[in-house]
């Protein structure tokens, strides 16, 4: 299906920055499956890899910014992001999954988390992803915004985050993606609620063992 072209935009392309947020907290995962909890997750010098079948999320914006933390070695990283924000987001079919290695074993471990796949999608509230790529099939945009900019006050940054003010950032009243294939540094929600929550560990990665 060709992407939908308005403006001078193309949206297959444009959907790459436009980044749903769609990762969950593993650490906590079981406390969010029994109800809303505040969550944030990351993994300090590693990015992980987010799959969804469908995204639906109102008050979208979005703006860019530096992640910085700790590789493996305890070296200082940045990571160039795109930070998307959410006032709420439903979604379907969520996986997400995060390689770790084991130097003295020379090997890796995969956990991976999955939800939202029984009928009853993921809830998340006050929602934030710094993500890295990002794939998807199709995306729409209702009323959205394109060139704000970064330090206006529409603009919804996370706590103590600051922005630049003469930055690009863009926003829509709601955004729906399909199909997602997403890798991220970080996120952080209000709250995370995940129905039919699943964890599991195993050794290795790639296809069949991650998410994609």
């Known amino acids: 299906m060709e992407s939908q072209v308005r403006g001078g935009t193309r949206w297959k392309r444009f ?23 505040a969550a944030s997750f990351s993994v300090s010098g590693q990015d992980f890899k987010v799959k969804a079948g469908k995204l639906v999320g109102t008050g979208f914006s979005q703006y860019g910014a530096i992640d910085s933390g700790k590789s493996l070695e305890g070296k200082d990283e940045a990571h160039p992001v795109a930070v998307s924000a959410f006032d ?6 969520m996986c997400q999954s995060v390689v770790t290695p084991i130097p003295f074993l020379n090997k890796q471990v995969t956990l991976k988390l999955t939800a939202g796949d029984k009928g009853t ?4 509230d006050q929602l934030y ?7 998807s099939t199709m995306a729409e945009f ?11 006050a529409k603009m919804k940054p996370k706590d103590g985050e600051k922005t630049n003010p ?7 009243d709601k955004a729906t993606l399909t199909n997602v294939q997403q890798t991220a540094w970080a996120t952080t929600a209000g709250t995370f609620k995940l129905s039919n929550l699943h964890m599991g560990l195993s050794w290795g990665s790639g296809e069949g063992i991650e998410c994609y």
């Open 15 to 37: 959907a790459v920055v436009m980044v749903p947020s769609v990762a969950a907290t593993a650490a906590i995962g079981v406390a969010l499956a029994q109800g809303a909890l």
């Open 88 to 93: 709420h987001a439903s979604i379907t079919n």
């Open 121 to 124: 999608d993921v809830q998340a």
């Open 129 to 135: 992803i710094d993500v890295a790529n990002l794939d």
């Open 142 to 152: 209702d009323h959205i915004d394109i060139g704000v900019a970064a330090g206006s």
């Open 166 to 172: 003469f930055g690009f950032a863009q926003q829509a």
